[in-house]
């Protein structure tokens, strides 16, 4: 297991074992519950969240930070540091705001936003499906 860098290089991380039985039990408890309530629940627990716990409701709800946003496939991370070895630009006297507010973007504040080819805004789904099913973790567009 490891993870594909800018520029083509690789970095081992580690290695990934099988589930244990438990766990493909309990998710097989999910995706039965999943399909008979004719989908997921999860919408109905926030309703509740927010009707019950309000200041729970702020961290877990969607909210502009919770925003979506899919890069062509080409299109290369850019971060400040990035910017900074590129060029010199005028540092804002409230560093700590914008690294904040990368951090609220996925880091993607630098990135050339004419790349983005969709906005997700479908529902909330599921996933069933093998997540991370490779033994790499691509951090490379390109790659």
């Known amino acids: 297991m490891g993870k594909v860098v800018q520029g083509g290089g690789f970095q081992r991380t580690g290695a990934l074992d099988n589930p ?11 995706e039965t519950a999943y399909d008979l309530n004719d989908g997921s629940q999860i919408p109905q627990y926030l309703a509740e969240l927010e009707a019950k716990q309000l200041n729970l409701a702020k961290k877990f709800l969607r909210n502009e930070s919770m925003k979506d946003i899919a890069f062509k496939a080409a299109a290369s991370h850019i971060s400040k540091s990035d910017i900074i070895s590129q060029t010199v630009i005028e540092e804002d006297d409230d560093e700590e705001e914008d690294e904040e507010e990368e951090e609220q ?23 069933f499906g093998l997540i991370a099913s490779g033994n790499q973790v691509i951090k490379d567009a390109a790659f």
């Open 105 to 127: 973007t996925g880091g993607c504040r630098y990135c050339d936003r004419t790349k983005v080819f969709r906005e997700n805004n479908r529902g909330m789904q599921v996933h």
């Open 20 to 30: 244990s039985r438990s766990l493909l039990a309990a998710l097989t408890k999910l």
